[in-house]
């Protein structure tokens, strides 16, 4: 049954949209040229989304030619301005960006562990308004979350957990509290981080990968024929939890101790590098773990660095084993490392982990570190943030 007119013309100018968002600023002829539409219909839709609000003469074209340069047009990135938040146990970050995702101002604010539930919500949210008024925003569209734990996937809200600062919980009531007209969405940190390695960092290449969190926590998030999945519960990924050989017992329901996050978790990890007398100066909110990590890859090739071999290969060891687990059931090719730890790795943990996966696992995997860093997780939600905002302003009327 073909398209009526309205509809028709709603897929027309969501097409050309995207266009500009992906394109930047295009004449009238490009989107002819790109949409494949008449030069009437071009004409319509222009004119349509520039009533809107969506879309604004940026320049000219500068193009040789007879008669005026064609104008171009693109789209107006303050109509919406976006906000993202990474929710650490430690502390928080903020970032404000319009609705291309143009960073306008950013910050951060370390939350000790004495601080309580209420002056913790309070300084979390104040600043985010300070950011944002930094920005320039009067008010903000939506706003991306990324926290540690658990996330119903019904409610879309975090679940209780002893292991997390009870302020997590609150903090979203509190921003909706406060920024009234907000959309809000809440996804676990490492799904974020898997998000944003596969659209800007070391899985652009990839519609099916794993991304195993190497941190105070140990998690995965998975990413099958280009989808994120969660699984029925929200848990999909909970590996820290996985039984493993080489633990001292098996984890329950409740504690991931005798699991996986007993082989490869900052604690194990700080107690492994003891052993092989690696030590190591933590920079400014470093995680210990990271920093021992960082400084063992450092001595890699000197003389003075046996002690520091010895320890990333029992560690690539232990990450092989769990990791080995994971591609034995999802078999995605393409494994990457990212968290504190794995970040801390590079390279040099990640040729290590893939060695070790070839004589484990007849499955051919690729082993990538992030190529994000420790920004994964923020841009991970801007980038959920701005693709909601898009798909509510650039959806067609009712």
Known sequence: MPASPSTARAINDRLALRLLQQEGPLTAGQLKQLTGLSRPSVADLVDRLAASGLIAVVGESGEQRRGPNAKLYGIVADRAHLAALDVRTEGVAVVVSDLLGQVLAEASLPIGDDTGTGPAVEQAVTLVERVAKEAGADRLHTVGIGAPGLIDPASGELRDSSGLPAWHRRLVAALQERLPGARFSVENETSLAALAEQRDGAARDRDTFVLVWLGMGIGAALVLDGALRRGASGGAGEIGFLPVPGTTGLPSATDCDGGFHSLAGAGAVAALAAE???????????????????????????????????????????????????????????????????????????????????RLSPLPTEVRPSALGGGAVLRGALLTARDRAQDELFAPPR
């Open 276 to 358: 092989h007398g690696v030590t190591a100066v933590a920079a400014a909110h470093e995680p210990e773990a990271a920093a021992l990590v960082r400084a063992a890859v450092s001595l890699v090739g000197d003389r003075s660095g046996a002690g520091a071999d010895r320890f990333l290969d029992v560690l690539a060891d232990r990450v092989a084993l769990g990791v080995a687990a994971v591609i034995s059931v999802l078999d995605p090719g393409c494994v990457v490392l990212a968290g504190e730890i794995g970040r801390a790795g590079g390279d040099v943990l990640a040729r290590r982990v893939q060695d070790r996966l070839a």
